[in-house]
């Protein structure tokens, strides 16, 4: 599963995806996962 993260600033759309936060942060992608699902 891959989830597309979406966010504005300044009027401009900003577009991520978990895997890329998870790289990022060096975190495994099923943790990133597991913590936008208790956002929800």
Same mark, same amino acid.
């Given at each position: ?14 577009? %991520? %995806? ?23």
């Amino acid at each position: 599963m891959l989830v597309e993260i979406r966010g504005k600033q300044n009027e401009e759309t900003l577009i %991520t %995806t978990s895997r890329k936060v998870a790289e990022v942060f060096e975190k495994e992608h099923y943790n990133v996962l597991r913590d936008i699902e208790t956002l929800s």
